[in-house]
Structure formats: structure tokens, C-alpha cells
């Protein structure tokens, strides 16, 4: 059932109520109104340097060109720098309290939700806030670091690092992915914000939470290859719908 922002369903409102267990699954549209640019959708794809993001993003320009994969990170951050959580990070920060279990899964590497307020939030891509040794693994906060241009070295070994972000091609981080589909398989009422349901494996949860027979939302002004496997697809900007709940 589509249903236009304007109107939560009573079948919703009801469930909202009653969930036990609610997981979240959000993507770059969740962003899109704090003016973080999505990555899809729009009839566009992220370029820079007349790059599109998946070429930037694999995980063999580590291997090639560390230098380009920095600058293309800097330049994001640097974007992210002055951006702030919009009222859909806020109704999820909210939500965490109104249920006796709350799972927020996000694909996004901006880290806004944590300024939002959540915690716990299960980071399927890395954080863009994060560097990682590739000689010894530790991780920095790169705000801490003052890391502003070029490739930063390791505090620790004086290793490289790297973005702790999950490139095209690379393995999740350890235990996240099968942390969130446990709690998918679990979840009685789930909603699907802002993704265009195309990356795998973030993309099979909602399909777990919906074989475990969870009432499934989509929130997302268009549809995706998820919006046949939702209950209701509510069409409109999260920024928008979600304070509505
Ligand atoms: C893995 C971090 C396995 C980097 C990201 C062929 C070749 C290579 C790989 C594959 C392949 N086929 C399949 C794969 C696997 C690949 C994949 O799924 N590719 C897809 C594209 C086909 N997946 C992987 O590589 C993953 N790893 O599978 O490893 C493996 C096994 C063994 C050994 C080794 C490996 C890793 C995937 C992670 C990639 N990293 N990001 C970076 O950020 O640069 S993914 C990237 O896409 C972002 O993280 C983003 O979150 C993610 C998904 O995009 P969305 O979040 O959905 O954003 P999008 O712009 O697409 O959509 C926005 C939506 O919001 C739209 O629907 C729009 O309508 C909506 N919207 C807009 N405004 C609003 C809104 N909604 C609500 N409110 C609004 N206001
Ligand atoms: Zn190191």
C-alpha cells in the first residue's frame, strides 16, 4: 500500500505502538536533507574529478592510488564538516527509548546519526570520520588527528592509513552484518529509510526481517526493488514522515 506523507496509517500507528522489537535500516536519503548528496536516485551518480563514486570507491584504487582515494575522502569530509543531523536522525535518536528492543543499521559513512543522538548503531560501511593502519589496524578518529590533506601516517607504527569506510569489493566489517541480520530475524515491525536497495549484502536484511514475518515500511519519495516486499510504502522525505510517527 502506497500512502502519501500526509497520512500515517491507523494499521501503523497501532503497530508503532505495540513493536516489541523494531529495526531500522537507513541509506544516504536519510542524509539527503541534512544536504548530504545521495549516490543514486535523482537521475545522477556522485563525480568528482569526473569520477562516479563506484569507480572512487573500490577497493583496488587502495592498492593503486591511496593518494586519489584521501583526497577523495578529504573533500567529503570537508562536505560533511559543516553538515548537521536532520529531523529524520532525530525521530530515530528518539525512537530507541520507545522500544523494548531498537536496532538502528545504517549504510551511511557520514556519521550523522551519532550526532543525532543514537547509539549502538551498526556500521555496515565504516565511518568516514575513521582512518585505519593498514600495517598495524589501529583506528583514529581523523578529527583527532587534524587530518586535513594527503595520505595520514599511523600515530602507533607510522603505517599508512586508509579511510575506515567499506569500499566496493571489500568484506563488512567483522560480526556487523550477521549482528544486524540476527536482529532482522527478529524484528517485529521494520522500516527501510532512504535506500535505493541496490548494495548487497545491506539489502538482504530487510528481506530477512520480512521472511520472519516483520511488518515492513519503506520510507522513500521513490520506489525500489524492496517497495513490493513492504506493507506500506510511504512516499515522501523522511524528514517529513518519520517526526510524523
Ligand atoms: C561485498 C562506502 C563481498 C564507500 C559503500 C559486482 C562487482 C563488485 C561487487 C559486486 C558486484 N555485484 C554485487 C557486488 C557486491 C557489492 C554490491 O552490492 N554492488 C552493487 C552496487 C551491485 N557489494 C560490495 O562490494 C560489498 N562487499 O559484497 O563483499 C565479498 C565477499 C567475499 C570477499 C570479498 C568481498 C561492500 C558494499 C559497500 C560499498 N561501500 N559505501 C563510500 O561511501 O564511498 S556503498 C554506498 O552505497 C554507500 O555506503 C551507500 O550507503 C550505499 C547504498 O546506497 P544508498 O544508501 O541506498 O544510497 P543511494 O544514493 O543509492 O539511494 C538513496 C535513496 O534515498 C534513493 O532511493 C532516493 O530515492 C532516496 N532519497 C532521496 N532523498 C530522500 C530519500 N529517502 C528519504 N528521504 C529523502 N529526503
Ligand atoms: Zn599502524
Not at 7 to 21: D, K, N, P, Q, T
Not at 153 to 174: K, Q, Y
Not at 214 to 233: F, I, K, Q
Given at each position: ?141 581523523l578529527r583527532a588527528l587534524g587530518t586535513r590533506e594527503g ?25 556487523a552484518f550477521e549482528q544486524a ?65
Open positions: 500500500m502506497q500512502t502519501k506523507a500526509s497520512g500515517i496509517s491507523s494499521e501503523l500507528r497501532s503497530r508503532f505502538a505495540s513493536a516489541r522489537s523494531v529495526l531500522v535500516l537507513t541509506g544516504a536519503g536519510v542524509s539527503a536533507e541534512s544536504g548530504v548528496p545521495t549516490f543514486r536516485g535523482g537521475g545522477h551518480t556522485t563525480l568528482w574529478k569526473g569520477m562516479p563514486f563506484n569507480v572512487l570507491s573500490l577497493s583496488r584504487m587502495i592498492e593503486s592510488d591511496l593518494a586519489a582515494v584521501w583526497e577523495w575522502f578529504n573533500y567529503r569530509r570537508g562536505v560533511l564538516q559543516t553538515l548537521k543531523p536532520n529531523p529524520a536522525h532525530q525521530a530515530i535518536a528518539n525512537w530507541r527509548r520507545r522500544f523494548e528492543e531498537f536496532c538502528l543499521v545504517t549504510q551511511n559513512v557520514d556519521g550523522l546519526h551519532h550526532a543525532a543522538g543514537s547509539v549502538d548503531v551498526i556500521e555496515l560501511h565504516g565511518n568516514v570520520w575513521r582512518g585505519r593502519c593498514l600495517q598495524c589496524g589501529s583506528r583514529y578518529d595520505v595520514p601516517s599511523c600515530p602507533e607504527c607510522g603505517g599508512s592509513l586508509r579511510p575506515d569506510v567499506v569500499l566496493f569489493g571489500e568484506m563488512l566489517p567483522l560480526g541480520a540476527a536482529k532482522a530475524e527478529n524484528c517485529d515491525l521494520c522500516f527501510v529509510v532512504g535506500t535505493s536497495a541496490l548494495v548487497y549484502p545491506a539489502a538482504s536484511l530487510p528481506e530477512i526481517a520480512s521472511t520472519s514475518g516483520a511488518y515492513m515500511v519503506e520510507v522513500n519519495p521513490e520506489r525500489t526493488p524492496l517497495s513490493d516486499l513492504c506493507h506500506e510504502v510511504l512516499c515522501g522525505p523522511a524528514g517529513e514522515i518519520l517526526p510524523l510517527l
